[in-house]
């Protein structure tokens, strides 16, 4: 495979992956953001509306860190740690939404490469927390996945709780009207975005949904902004459906750190800010937290991540994919 370092035009530096039907892009820059993975030409993520910028360069426009996320957020895929959701004070400290990782630069190693695979390794340390982490990313197109491995380690001298979690983006040509998700979860809690255009109302129910007009494991037709929490799992691991492709996208990962699968989809139904009817995507997004209120509501649920001084925990990831007719 060939790898090379590029600046795109919003002057970010990114490094590219190239095979010979597939294309992986990161951001260095930014996270060490998984911003394209283009599988014959079609990039299966999301890419927002105002693209790549340098991080910093929207931040006068911003007056909270959420604000401040959105408008740096360039779609693809990003790494939530130590918080995932809402701001939230903890350890002394108040963390910013979806956590410091995914907004700071990461180091980068490129390691193994062969005509069909490649190895990179990226890593960063966080300014707020004692936290270290490496990122291994596999890319095999023999075997048409991208695997992860994710270390993080506690270099400070006192035990710490944190929420981690992958936040992946969808968009078309993948995610369309009919596309369908697969998911081995038994309930589903949804926080109800628009009183009209949200088709699940807030609440809990069973998974999957029978009612064709709420089930929000079928892309609708119409317009349509949900957010929900997919729980009580019987394994870790979701598919992507769409026949119109021929495409079929698998992601399995490790329950243990993450029992939970956050579902955000956002079909053109959000008529404010930050969108304005203008965004088409669909988030499938394993996490640690059973909500998005932030670390401190996990540790009072008590169900955040220790992470003990000097302990190194780790979480795998596989994406994967395949003709959706040869997995019939």
Known sequence: MD??????????EVVQVKGNGLLVEFLPEKGGDIYKICIHNNNILWESPWG?????????????????WLQSYPGGWQILFPNA????????VMHNFHGEACQLPWQYKVGEVSDSSATITFSTRLYKTPYAIERIVMIDEADQSIAIQERITNHGQQDLWVEWGQHIAFGAPLIGSGVTLEVPARTIESAERDPVRSRLKKGTYSWPIKDA??????????????FAILKDLS????????????????????????PNLWLWQEFNGLQ????????????VEP??????????????????????????????????????????
């Open 3 to 12: 790898i090379k370092k590029i600046i795109n035009p919003g002057q970010m």
């Open 52 to 68: 790549i910028g340098k991080l910093g360069s929207r931040a006068d426009y911003c007056h909270t860190s959420k604000e401040l």
């Open 85 to 92: 959701g809402e701001d939230s004070f903890c350890h002394g």
């Open 213 to 226: 007009t709420r089930d929000l494991s079928i892309v609708p037709v119409e317009k349509a902004t949900d």
């Open 235 to 258: 394994a870790g691991w979701y598919a992507i459906n769409n026949e119109r492709l021929d495409l079929r996208v698998i992601v399995e990962w490790d329950t243990e750190i993450m």
């Open 272 to 283: 404010d800010y930050p969108f304005y009817g203008a965004c088409y995507v669909m988030g």
């Open 287 to 328: 996490n640690s937290a059973s909500h998005e209120e932030g670390l401190h509501e996990s540790m009072q649920r008590g169900e955040a991540i220790e992470i003990k001084a000097q302990q190194t925990r780790s979480f795998e990831l596989k994406l994967s994919w395949k003709r959706l007719q040869n997995s019939r």
